[in-house]
């Protein structure tokens, strides 16, 4: 086990290799170059010789791409063209809140969808079973940013609720907090909750009709003993793998719905990155991203193994 | 209550669209204490879903709905159909027990053995200490012959072969007593070396214990085998009902006839194959006449005009022929 | 009774045009397909369908509720809403169809190179293809976009290229199976060449898959386009797109809700529909999954 887990680590190698060239290489089609970007019109000779010898764009791009590598490792993503900060603390600091976010979103979407998409594969055809499948294809329909916008109308004009524009941070106020968190978080989750209701329902149908269900019922086993141990254990497995592919959804999710609910996570700090031409900022927001991405994955993989007996080690 | 189980009148239908279509088309059955029985058929002819029916097992969309079965269980006899979730939960596994055609797919390919054997017994038996359960399952495996029981115990079924996996469901099936077993084709889908141990184990258990047993099987070879009462299925009813003996030698169904000739015989010359022509005709398709009728070589005018009843042709020898009796089903 | 006799099913492909009767049969595909060709139709007929030149302001009726003249209202510069709207169909269908084909063409050629001569050149493939998969969807989007600047060719670029690694992955897998049926193994027996062999036989039979693929990913791209907007990295003014609408109506909500709500119902009726459309496709195409 300790083996397998090692081995899938040293795997992650080349691929993460492969991510900071891929955005290396794209970082060099920007269209004319970083320094009259930063500079715009108060271009000299001098003031560009000045950036480019401190962004290192007079080293050849091998050196360039090993010294940034290099420093990222590290934990130096670089400083801010427009604000002279670090970028590494700042993603650090920023990332707490996403995962708060991604987390309640997650939390919101498995609280919905897996009983909900259970009940719906037992009570098959029944009028529940019809109203959790239009609910489910909602979830997976409606855009977030769409449902976010709309929800706001409704509060607006319904209630006459405004979401807190400030933030204020989980040990700030906890409350406070909340209120800000809940309504992103439950729109962030509902695309989740759609497609894991879809395959919680179509998973345990699955697996309701294999055989060892039938044999486990003719072990007398109680029906709580028949759904949960048995069947939704093994519907679990490719549940699992599609919530495992639905975190690159999620983490999308968060840029859109930090910017809407004025969230200051880390998917706000790419698009003010993107939007204000901040290339350090961008270039280590979406390597993080990537990196987490990969990580995630990887610990969804593992956590096959422990599930599931049938994948070998080896 | 002369036998251990009493099937009567016993209807199952499915759905196709919105309407309901039949299964199993009023049959009656009797299991004697301490027997081996046989149902016998192509596949379609109700015989799997009869033994989940004993169990009120059917899966979705079948159900019962017509008919009732009457079980002499330890605590006297029950209505197999008109017990509550709880008390025929108790009836699985402990006073009846089924083992299926797929030993390969029928344990959970998650779970350890030894946690699927505890499992069988902690249904029925909760006060019982892990110790006494392992035991209790050891002696199983030594029963159903496995080799190195200990180690089966820590195994996963994906670690076991098809022939292995039978004799667990076997033992798991047996842990409890059982007082009847319902074998679904235990062996169709194992090598023909492994179906004739398994087939030798299930009598050796039965010398041993005061089970029955009802086998279900297509193969005449299988009930010849293991059996001493028969019932023939063909397209939702029995057509044909007898000793083994009986049956074999003195057969008088026409459908039973061609089923016969159809069972290879090892010995013999190589020959071409017999097969009955034609298909069982799907619930839903059944003619007013007799249902063998297209594929019989001796169908009359009156076969298709009319369902002959199944009635008693010899002691003990039912039959559902106008061939032998002239007797119309009401 | 499973294995007894096991019913031989003829599993080639029905073709397209059964394809489509089975969709209309079906109520669900039925109501898919309606929707979907509601938007083309749309998309295609925009200049007939609009009421307004889509671009032209009218400061004397801004803000004007939905009425007679403007059915859904008008925004914050007087411009018709229902005509931004049916261009926005336009935009959405264009962006959509050019990203994907830009993406399937890719793919295709990838696929084919990778899952017909193997070897270094598919684990080339595969690796850029792993990297691809790598990051989440919209973030590579928005990235692409990021550097080589905003602007609708690159929002269909750099969605082409983040949908690329999906059709790569179809059709390899499909030249894998089609190359070890019998029919290949034959085609190289009589001599033909690699190249023709390529083209003669594993196109053909790679065309169901690719054609569910291709309607699944234009659904999707339509989506990201419409996220890329409404974060204005998308799609930019003047052009009208539903994503961008959206964005816009936020700061005036209040004062003029139906410029938040139709372009909202229109992305999820699209959306929906497409949806509803592809399951129904998945349902014919693989009955053993309709539950």
Same mark, same amino acid.
């Given at each position: 086990?300790?083996?397998?887990?090692?081995?899938?680590?040293?795997?992650?190698?080349?691929?993460?290799?492969?991510?900071?060239?891929?955005?290396?290489?794209?970082?060099?089609?920007?269209?004319?170059?970083?320094?009259?970007?930063?500079?715009?019109?108060?271009?000299?000779?001098?003031?560009?010789?000045? /950036?480019?010898?401190?962004?290192?764009?007079?080293?050849?791009?091998?050196?360039?791409?090993?010294? /940034?590598?290099?420093?990222?490792?590290?934990?130096?993503?670089?400083?801010?063209?427009?604000?002279?900060?670090?970028?590494?603390?700042?993603?650090?600091?920023?990332?707490?809140?996403?995962?708060?976010?991604?987390?309640?979103?997650?939390?919101?979407? /498995?609280?919905?969808?897996?009983?909900?998409?259970?009940?719906?594969?037992?009570?098959?055809?029944?009028?529940?079973?019809? @109203?959790?499948?239009?609910?489910?294809?909602?979830?997976?329909?409606?855009?977030?940013?769409?449902?976010?916008?709309?929800?706001? =109308?409704?509060?607006?004009?319904?209630?006459?609720?405004?979401?807190?524009?400030?933030?204020?941070?989980?040990?700030?106020?906890?409350?406070?907090?909340?209120?800000?968190?809940?309504?992103?978080?439950?729109?962030?989750?509902? @695309?989740?909750?759609?497609?894991?209701?879809?395959?919680?329902?179509?998973?345990?149908?699955?697996?309701?009709?294999?055989?060892?269900?039938?044999?486990?019922?003719?072990?007398?086993?109680?029906?709580?003993?028949?759904?949960?141990?048995?069947?939704?254990?093994?519907?679990?497995?490719?549940?699992?793998?599609?919530?495992?592919?639905?975190?690159?959804?999620?983490?999308?999710?968060?840029?859109?719905?930090?910017?809407?609910?004025?969230?200051?996570?880390?998917?706000?700090?790419?698009?003010?990155?993107?939007?204000?031409?901040?290339?350090?900022? @961008?270039?280590?927001?979406?390597?993080?991203?990537?990196?987490?991405?990969?990580?995630?994955? =990887?610990?969804?993989?593992?956590?096959?193994?422990?599930?599931?007996?049938?994948?070998?080690?080896? | 209550?002369?036998?251990?189980?009493?099937?009567?009148?016993?209807?199952?239908?499915?759905?196709?669209?919105?309407?309901?279509?039949?299964?199993?088309?009023?049959?009656?059955?009797?299991?004697?204490?301490?027997?081996?029985?046989?149902?016998?058929?192509?596949?379609?002819?109700?015989?799997?879903?009869?033994?989940?029916?004993?169990?009120?097992?059917?899966?979705?969309?079948?159900?019962?709905?017509?008919?009732?079965?009457?079980?002499?269980?330890?605590?006297?006899?029950?209505?197999?159909?008109?017990?509550?979730?709880?008390?025929?939960?108790?009836?699985?596994?402990?006073?009846?027990?089924?083992?299926?055609?797929?030993?390969?797919?029928?344990?959970?390919?998650?779970?350890?053995?030894?946690?699927?054997?505890?499992?069988?017994?902690?249904?029925?038996?909760?006060?019982?200490?892990?110790?006494?359960?392992?035991?209790? $399952?050891?002696?199983?495996?030594?029963?159903?012959?496995?080799?190195?029981?200990?180690?089966?115990? $820590?195994?996963?079924?994906?670690?076991?072969?098809?022939?292995?996996?039978?004799?667990?469901?076997?033992?798991? $099936?047996?842990?409890?007593?059982?007082?009847? +077993?319902?074998?679904?084709?235990?062996?169709?889908?194992?090598?023909?070396?492994?179906?004739?141990?398994?087939?030798?184990?299930?009598?050796?258990?039965?010398?041993?214990?005061?089970?029955?047993?009802?086998?279900?099987?297509?193969? +005449?070879?299988?009930?010849?085998?293991?059996?001493?009462?028969? $019932?023939?299925?063909?397209?939702?009813?029995?057509?044909?009902?007898?000793?083994?003996?009986?049956?074999?030698?003195?057969?008088?169904?026409?459908?039973?006839?061609?089923?016969?000739?159809?069972?290879?015989?090892?010995?013999?010359?190589?020959?071409?194959?017999?097969?009955?022509?034609?298909?069982?005709?799907?619930?839903?398709?059944?003619?007013?006449?007799?249902?063998?009728?297209?594929?019989?070589?001796?169908?009359?005018?009156?076969?298709?005009?009319?369902?002959?009843?199944?009635?008693?042709?010899?002691?003990?020898?039912?039959?559902?022929?106008?061939?032998?009796?002239?007797?119309?089903?009401? | 009774?499973?294995?007894?006799?096991?019913?031989?099913?003829?599993? &080639?492909?029905?073709?397209?045009?059964?394809?489509?009767?089975?969709?209309?049969?079906?109520?669900?595909?039925?109501?898919?397909?309606?929707?979907?060709?509601?938007?083309?139709?749309?998309?295609?007929?925009?200049?007939?369908?609009?009421?307004?030149?889509?671009?032209?302001?009218?400061?004397?009726?801004?803000?004007?509720?939905?009425?007679?003249?403007?059915?859904?209202?008008?925004?914050?510069?007087?411009?018709?809403?229902?005509?931004?709207?049916?261009?926005?169909?336009?935009?959405?269908?264009?962006?959509?169809?050019?990203?994907?084909?830009?993406?399937?063409?890719?793919?295709?050629?990838?696929?084919?190179?990778?899952?017909?001569?193997?070897?270094?050149?598919?684990?080339?493939?595969?690796?850029?293809?792993?990297?691809?998969?790598?990051?989440?969807?919209?973030?590579? &989007?928005?990235?692409?976009?990021?550097?080589?600047?905003?602007?609708?060719?690159?929002?269909?670029?750099?969605?082409?290229?983040?949908? !690329?690694?999906?059709?790569?992955?179809?059709?390899?897998?499909?030249?894998?199976?089609?190359?070890?049926?019998?029919?290949?193994?034959?085609?190289?027996?009589?001599?033909?060449?690699?190249?023709?062999?390529?083209?003669?036989?594993?196109?053909?039979?790679?065309?169901?898959?690719?054609?569910?693929?291709?309607?699944?990913?234009?659904?999707?791209?339509?989506?990201?386009? &419409?996220?890329?907007?409404?974060?204005?990295?998308?799609?930019?003014?003047?052009?009208?797109?539903?994503?961008?609408?959206?964005?816009?109506?936020?700061?005036?909500?209040?004062?003029?809700?139906?410029?938040?709500?139709?372009?909202?119902?229109?992305? !999820?009726?699209?959306?929906?529909?497409?949806?509803?459309?592809?399951?129904?496709?998945?349902?014919?195409?693989?009955?053993?999954?309709?539950?």
């Amino acid at each position: 086990m300790r083996d397998y887990i090692i081995r899938r680590l040293l795997g992650l190698i080349p691929i993460l290799i492969g991510i900071s060239l891929a955005i290396f290489i794209i970082m060099q089609l920007i269209p004319g170059d970083v320094v009259s970007g930063i500079l715009g019109i108060e271009q000299t000779p001098e003031l560009r010789a000045m /950036w480019e010898k401190k962004l290192g764009l007079d080293k050849p791009l091998v050196e360039q791409y090993l010294t /940034w590598i290099g420093k990222a490792v590290t934990g130096d993503f670089g400083e801010s063209f427009r604000t002279g900060a670090p970028v590494f603390p700042e993603i650090m600091s920023r990332f707490r809140i996403s995962a708060e976010l991604a987390i309640m979103g997650c939390i919101f979407a /498995w609280i919905i969808a897996l009983p909900l998409g259970i009940i719906s594969a037992l009570k098959r055809n029944s009028v529940i079973d019809r @109203v959790v499948r239009v609910i489910a294809l909602m979830g997976v329909s409606i855009p977030n940013f769409a449902s976010a916008t709309l929800i706001i =109308l409704f509060l607006a004009k319904g209630f006459n609720y405004h979401t807190p524009v400030k933030y204020v941070g989980l040990f700030e106020n906890f409350g406070t907090n909340m209120e800000i968190m809940v309504i992103p978080a439950f729109i962030l989750g509902s @695309v989740m909750a759609g497609s894991v209701m879809r395959m919680t329902r179509s998973s345990m149908l699955e697996v309701l009709r294999q055989d060892y269900i039938k044999a486990v019922r003719a072990k007398g086993a109680p029906e709580r003993v028949t759904i949960f141990r048995h069947a939704f254990r093994n519907s679990s497995i490719p549940i699992i793998t599609l919530i495992g592919m639905q975190i690159g959804s999620l983490m999308g999710g968060t840029v859109v719905i930090e910017q809407i609910f004025s969230i200051p996570g880390l998917g706000q700090y790419t698009l003010t990155g993107i939007n204000q031409r901040d290339y350090p900022v @961008v270039q280590g927001c979406v390597l993080f991203i990537a990196v987490l991405y990969v990580v995630i994955n =990887l610990l969804v993989d593992i956590l096959y193994t422990y599930i599931d007996p049938r994948i070998s080690y080896n | 209550m002369n036998n251990l189980l009493e099937i009567r009148n016993l209807r199952i239908t499915t759905l196709r669209g919105k309407s309901k279509v039949l299964l199993l088309d009023k049959v009656d059955l009797d299991i004697p204490h301490k027997c081996s029985f046989g149902i016998v058929g192509e596949s379609g002819c109700g015989k799997s879903i009869t033994a989940n029916a004993i169990m009120n097992m059917l899966p979705y969309p079948l159900s019962i709905s017509d008919g009732d079965i009457r079980y002499d269980s330890r605590n006297g006899e029950v209505e197999l159909l008109k017990l509550d979730k709880k008390a025929i939960r108790a009836i699985r596994g402990q006073e009846i027990s089924m083992i299926f055609q797929e030993p390969m797919t029928s344990l959970d390919p998650i779970f350890t053995v030894e946690m699927q054997m505890y499992e069988a017994l902690a249904f029925h038996h909760p006060a019982m200490t892990r110790q006494e359960m392992r035991d209790r $399952a050891l002696e199983m495996l030594h029963r159903v012959n496995i080799p190195r029981p200990e180690q089966t115990l $820590a195994s996963y079924p994906h670690q076991l072969s098809g022939g292995q996996l039978q004799r667990i469901m076997i033992a798991i $099936a047996l842990i409890n007593d059982p007082r009847l +077993l319902l074998a679904d084709e235990p062996t169709t889908a194992l090598d023909v070396t492994i179906q004739a141990q398994i087939l030798r184990l299930m009598n050796d258990l039965k010398e041993q214990n005061d089970t029955s047993i009802v086998m279900i099987t297509h193969d +005449l070879g299988v009930i010849a085998e293991t059996c001493e009462e028969v $019932a023939v299925f063909y397209a939702g009813q029995i057509v044909e009902q007898a000793n083994v003996m009986e049956l074999f030698h003195h057969t008088a169904h026409p459908y039973t006839l061609g089923l016969l000739q159809a069972v290879t015989s090892l010995g013999g010359e190589s020959r071409m194959l017999y097969t009955i022509p034609g298909i069982v005709p799907p619930g839903g398709q059944w003619s007013q006449g007799c249902r063998f009728a297209d594929r019989c070589a001796r169908c009359t005018e009156r076969c298709r005009e009319a369902m002959p009843a199944l009635t008693e042709i010899s002691p003990g020898h039912k039959c559902r022929c106008f061939l032998n009796s002239e007797e119309v089903e009401a | 009774m499973k294995r007894e006799k096991k019913p031989v099913i003829n599993r &080639a492909l029905p073709g397209n045009e059964s394809l489509l009767r089975q969709l209309w049969n079906d109520p669900m595909g039925r109501a898919g397909m309606i929707g979907v060709g509601l938007v083309i139709l749309l998309a295609v007929f925009a200049p007939w369908i609009a009421r307004f030149e889509v671009g032209k302001m009218n400061s004397k009726a801004r803000f004007a509720a939905p009425n007679a003249t403007f059915w859904f209202g008008t925004d914050n510069f007087g411009r018709d809403i229902f005509s931004r709207i049916v261009y926005g169909a336009r935009v959405s269908i264009i962006v959509g169809v050019v990203a994907v084909s830009i993406a399937a063409g890719f793919g295709y050629l990838f696929g084919l190179i990778a899952g017909f001569f193997e070897g270094k050149a598919e684990s080339v493939i595969m690796m850029v293809m792993d990297i691809i998969f790598a990051f989440p969807h919209i973030l590579l &989007a928005l990235f692409i976009v990021a550097v080589l600047g905003k602007s609708i060719v690159n929002t269909m670029i750099a969605i082409g290229i983040v949908n !690329i690694p999906v059709f790569t992955r179809t059709v390899r897998a499909s030249v894998k199976t089609v190359k070890s049926t019998d029919y290949i193994a034959n085609a190289r027996s009589i001599g033909l060449k690699k190249m023709a062999i390529l083209f003669r036989h594993v196109t053909p039979n790679i065309l169901a898959p690719f054609t569910v693929q291709a309607t699944l990913a234009l659904s999707g791209a339509i989506l990201t386009e &419409a996220s890329m907007s409404f974060l204005g990295l998308g799609i930019q003014p003047p052009d009208p797109s539903w994503g961008s609408m959206l964005s816009d109506a936020r700061k005036y909500m209040e004062q003029a809700p139906w410029m938040a709500i139709f372009p909202a119902v229109f992305i !999820i009726v699209t959306i929906l529909s497409f949806n509803i459309l592809g399951d129904a496709l998945r349902d014919v195409l693989d009955p053993k999954l309709k539950l």
